[in-house]
């Protein structure tokens, strides 16, 4: 019975390592992050590209902070002037994450045509 339970939990382990090289946790957030800016009314083309460019280039810890571009309570949806953008970009605090989501749009906006 030990080493049925042991055989077992090695092979868990083995599994979630191979999905982990594999690129799971990559594809998984990559979705996710397109899914999100389908969402916000990014063209799916380029919302796939910014998903993939995004996910390979930026640790989860950075991909939370970009979170904080979101809207907050008594703000609209879509920044509507420049003031309100950059006090978005502010919240984000990783000059890192907004170069990548800035470099990706384009990038995917031109790749996207």
């Known amino acids: 019975m030990r080493k049925i339970i042991i055989i077992i939990a090695l092979l868990a382990i083995g599994g979630l390592f191979l999905w982990g090289a594999l690129g799971g946790v ?11 800016l389908v969402d916000k009314g990014i063209p799916q083309p ?3 590209c910014m998903g993939q ?6 640790s989860l810890n950075q991909l939370r902070k970009l979170e904080n571009l979101q809207a907050r309570e008594g703000e609209s949806e879509v920044p509507l002037t420049m003031a309100e953008f950059l006090e978005r970009l502010r919240r ?5 994450a907004i170069e990548v989501v800035g470099t990706s749009a384009a990038i995917c906006s031109f790749a996207a045509r």
């Open 92 to 96: 984000v605090d990783d000059p890192e």
């Open 26 to 36: 990559e594809q998984v957030t990559s979705d996710r992050i397109e899914t999100t």
């Open 46 to 48: 380029v919302a796939a």
């Open 53 to 58: 460019r995004l996910s390979e280039r930026l």
